[in-house]
């Protein structure tokens, strides 16, 4: 399980602005699946409150499923042929963060090796049903240039990430959430930061046949930025 919490190892808040770990929890306030910047993403995650602050911190879940469904047919047959980067050392940079090298974060997650990328529609290997993703760290669609691509991407998830396909839950200490990462979005919201607030994580791994990107487009096989295949 891993921390998330803006609440240190003696107990004492988190107050410095130029700290890591406030610029990672505000990070995860955006529309993501969990390690979709990793080789092989989450399959599923468990999420559960020690700590609730007073109000606020609610986590947002989104449903891809009915996202692409409700897409109108020409946009639907558009994405239906497009793949993304993903990273999150660019998601990060967009809120102006660069991680820093011995900080209090543990760095999990900005990941050095190529990834190759992922199609913005997934096909869930247990139902066969297709779902978007379209997360804050996906960028540079490889057929697009850069602006471009930032554009439709952040209109995708403007039409996808809306009612009635999104619920927030605001939390208890005690509860624990399991959901499906593979069609559903997921993201924190924000809260008065001098509150203590302590949430338990853990990603449970995805088999690398389903939920690695290469696999799930068929055989084909996409160049990355990077050159790697
Ligand atoms: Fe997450």
């Given at each position: 399980m891993?921390?998330?919490?803006?609440?240190?190892?003696d107990?004492t808040?988190?107050?410095d602005?130029?700290?890591d770990i406030?610029?990672?929890?505000?990070?995860?306030m955006?529309?993501?699946?969990d390690?979709?910047?990793m080789?092989?993403p989450?399959k599923?995650?468990?999420?559960?409150?020690?700590v609730a602050?007073s109000?606020?911190a609610?986590t947002?879940?989104?449903?891809?499923r009915?996202?692409?469904?409700?897409l109108p047919?020409?946009?639907r047959a558009?994405v239906d042929?497009l793949a993304?980067?993903h990273?999150l050392?660019?998601?990060?940079?967009?809120?102006?963060?660069f991680p820093k090298k011995g900080s209090?974060?543990s760095?999990?997650?900005?990941h050095g090796?190529?990834?190759?990328?992922?199609?913005?529609?997934n096909?869930?290997?247990?139902?066969?049903?297709k779902?978007l993703l379209?997360v804050?760290h996906a960028?540079?669609?490889?057929s697009?240039?850069?602006a471009?691509s930032?554009?439709?991407?952040?209109?995708?998830?403007?039409i996808a990430?809306?009612?009635?396909r999104?619920?927030h839950?605001?939390?208890s200490?005690?509860?624990v959430?399991v959901?499906d990462?593979r069609?559903?979005?997921h993201?924190?919201?924000?809260?008065?930061m001098?509150?203590?607030r302590?949430?338990w994580?853990?990603?449970?791994?995805?088999?690398?046949l389903?939920e690695?990107a290469l696999?799930?487009?068929g055989?084909?096989?996409?160049?990355?930025n990077?050159?790697a295949?």
């Open positions: 891993a921390p998330l919490s803006n609440v240190k190892a107990g808040l988190v107050l602005p130029d700290n406030p610029k990672v929890l505000k990070g995860n955006g529309w993501h699946c390690r979709t910047y080789p092989a989450a599923r995650a468990v999420f559960s409150a020690q602050p109000s606020g609610a947002g879940w989104a449903d891809m009915a996202a692409y469904d409700a047919g020409d946009l558009k042929n993304a980067h990273s050392y660019y998601s990060q940079a967009k809120l102006g963060h209090d974060y760095g999990y997650g900005f090796e190529p990834v190759p990328p992922h199609p913005l529609v096909v869930h290997p247990e139902t066969g049903r779902s379209i804050r960028h540079n669609i490889p697009m240039d850069e471009e930032g554009r439709f991407l952040e209109e995708l998830v403007d990430c809306r009612r009635p999104i619920y839950h605001e939390w200490p005690g509860e959430v959901w990462n069609c559903l979005l993201r924190a919201t924000p809260w008065k001098t509150e203590p302590v949430m994580h853990s990603r449970i791994v995805g088999d690398p389903t690695a696999p799930r487009l055989g084909r096989v996409w160049v990355c990077t050159g295949r």
